[in-house]
């Protein structure tokens, strides 16, 4: 009777042990398999976002072939591009319609004519005009603070919050702004459909100019005169600088000098829709792409490019 206990004793443990050993090994698999579906899904993402950046590049390279083609281009509608579950969508956008805000220093030093100009622009937006002379503060080459400006003195503040120089450079992204004193999220919004930073000074396209921008070319040119001006160009856009000056909502005006019928810097931004193909639901839409490009003598370069953010 004893032995026999001893044995049922010894086979309850080795199936204990079996049962063990069966469990780990299960567990092992399961680890090992949901790794593998990790490693597999992280693997595709990886191929997919190239194969995304890829259809980017292309995009790219059928902008630059469209603006070499026409120079006094004013939209370009490039047709969306077809891809598994999906589609790629091209925005094209010319950035001297907007004001170019290193456009407010020369040489390192504030540029009246173009300070007047964006002053006007910050009125019709509805912000304070005194926040120009706090750009051109940010960017100009001297510590010397303008009216209503501001230096490091202004930006080297106490321990708990953080502290930092001016620039005493040209703006490199428009989302520099936000770093100025007295803006805020609110009026950078407000404010950045209007403007661009472009590494050159850049005349303004009044082609392409929105509402905002041409109600700043010139003292008195009220929102009335500038949709008349706006809805010629959509008819018949001007050819030379001296048409746009000699329109009749200009009549007795002095338009602001630093203009131009015709654009080398453009911002494409391409963006990809994900499609449900059993429901045609549209699941989401990201943006793949930012490329700002540069035309010279009919060659483009792209000069700054940024994936999924803001340039």
Do not use: C
Not at 149 to 167: P, Q, V
């Amino acid at each position: 009777m004893k032995n026999e206990k001893i044995i049922i004793s010894q086979n309850g443990v080795a199936l204990i042990t079996a049962l063990l050993v069966v469990a780990l090994a299960t567990i092992a698999a399961v680890a090992m398999t949901t790794r593998q579906q990790l490693d597999i899904r992280r693997t595709a993402n990886l191929i997919h976002g190239e194969q995304l950046y890829m259809y980017a590049l292309g995009g790219e390279s059928l902008a630059k072939h469209l603006l070499s083609h026409d120079k006094k281009i004013l939209a370009k509608s490039i047709p969306p591009l077809s891809i598994p579950d999906g589609k790629i969508y091209f925005q094209l956008e010319d950035l001297q319609g907007h004001f170019n805000l290193n456009n407010l220093v020369k040489k390192g030093k504030a540029s009246p004519k173009d300070i007047i100009l964006f002053k006007r622009l910050l009125r019709t937006l509805e912000l304070s005009p005194e926040l120009a002379n706090v750009v051109v503060d940010w960017i100009d080459s001297d510590m010397d603070r303008l009216p209503n400006g501001a230096e490091d003195n202004t930006y080297l503040i106490g321990s708990n919050k953080t502290s930092y120089r001016t620039s005493n450079t040209l703006f490199s992204s428009p989302s520099e702004v936000r770093l100025l004193a007295g803006f805020d999220n609110e009026s950078y919004l407000k404010l950045l459909p209007y403007i661009s930073t472009l590494p050159t000074r850049t005349p303004i396209n009044v082609n392409t100019a929105p509402l905002e921008v041409l109600m700043a070319l010139a003292e008195g040119l009220n929102e009335t005169d500038a949709t008349t001006i706006i809805a010629d160009t959509d008819k018949k856009p001007f050819n030379t600088v001296s048409d746009f000056v000699r329109h009749p909502a200009l009549a007795g005006l002095t338009p602001y000098d630093n203009l131009s019928v015709e654009s080398d810097y453009f911002l494409l931004t391409i963006d990809l829709e994900r499609i449900q193909l059993e429901q045609g639901r549209i699941l989401e839409r990201v943006r793949i792409l930012s490329s700002v490009l540069h035309r010279h003598s009919n060659k483009f370069k792209v000069i700054k490019r940024s994936q999924g953010g803001e340039l």
